[in-house]
């Protein structure tokens, strides 16, 4: 009866540490899966940063073209709801 308990404390030993290697190759490949991940979102944000820091000529010509119409001397005529754009008065037309 002895033998028999020392086998099957000796097959549960060995199975303890074919499990364990088992273990230890399952969290390298888990790391090195983690790390990939890291590095392609890394990559992934680097790139949509990059490209929402570049404007492009076309909206820089906008905002020029929408800043250029702001400093055009306007005339104002009458008294009504428009904003005179010269002197922040109510009028009736500006041209």
């Known amino acids: 009866m002895s033998l028999f308990f020392s086998f099957l404390i ?3 030993r060995l199975n303890l540490q074919s499990l364990n290697q088992e273990f230890e190759v399952m969290k390298k490949i888990i ?11 890394t990559f ?10 570049s404007i492009s000529y076309m909206t820089l010509q906008n905002i020029e073209a929408l800043s ?7 005339n104002c005529v009458g008294v009504g709801s428009l ?4 002197s922040n008065i109510k009028v009736k037309l500006v041209y």
């Open 68 to 74: 250029y119409a702001e400093t055009i001397n306007k």
């Open 10 to 12: 000796n097959l549960i």
């Open 44 to 53: 992934n944000l680097t790139i949509v940063i990059n490209h929402l820091n």
């Open 83 to 86: 904003d005179c754009p010269n």
């Open 31 to 41: 790391y090195l899966i983690s790390v990939l991940i890291l590095v392609a979102i």
